[in-house]
């Protein structure tokens, strides 16, 4: 019971023991301050490709990964019976699942509740990614999802913002990175910076 009070506590107390009395709490006027709580997030997941085996496993690693959008105060639940849906499907799939957006056989996408990506782009990345294919699922998981969760690319009209922010750094997880890296080094997590929209 002694050792579990405050410093402060013990230096009141009688240094020699000939009382019993425990001298009354102190009281203290710190508040208790706790964390926001995260915005969870439910999805399934499908696989509608064929021949790429560990796609759920991958999304949910990547999607429960703490330095992605956890990072942000999200917490992305996977759930069978969830409303939101992230779906690898073949390019054709895709441009459907797309519309009116054109992927022209080539681009994952969001869309409403549903995130759509290119099968074929899953399977080999893009010829402009620098990184391995693991790291290209992270970006690409992570980007399309990132729409989800209502982030916007940078340079989408916001002054001060762009895609590569800090030259030769890697580029921000929202920037459009299958297209658009620039000889910039890929960023697959999404790297939470301050006020998100754009990060
Ligand atoms: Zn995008």
Redesign the pocket.
């Known amino acids: 019971m002694l050792r579990a009070l405050p410093l402060l506590l013990l230096a009141l107390l009688p240094a020699c023991g000939r009382t019993t009395q425990e001298a009354a709490p102190v009281a203290t006027t710190t508040p208790i301050v706790s964390p926001a709580p995260p915005l969870v997030v439910r999805y399934r997941v499908e696989d509608r490709s064929t021949g790429t085996p560990g796609f759920a496993r991958t999304v949910q690693e990547v999607l429960t990964d703490t330095r992605g959008w956890q990072r942000a105060g999200f917490a992305l639940v996977r759930d069978d019976a969830a409303p939101y849906l992230v779906v690898l499907a073949e390019a054709a799939e895709v441009d459907t699942l797309c519309l009116p957006y054109d992927t022209v056989g080539t681009y994952s996408?969001?869309n409403g509740p549903v995130v759509a990506l290119n099968a074929d782009r899953w399977r080999t990345a893009t010829p402009q990614w620098t990184g391995d294919l693991a790291t290209y699922h992270q970006m690409l998981v992570n980007?399309?999802v990132?729409?989800l969760l209502g982030q916007?690319?940078p340079a989408s009209g916001r002054a001060g913002e762009s895609q590569c922010p800090v030259p030769g750094r890697p580029a921000l997880v929202?920037s459009?990175q299958?297209t658009e890296l620039d000889g910039l080094p890929a960023e697959p997590l999404a790297a939470a910076r301050g006020g998100l929209p754009g990060g």
């Open positions: 996408c969001q980007h399309e990132g729409h916007h690319h929202m459009q299958s």
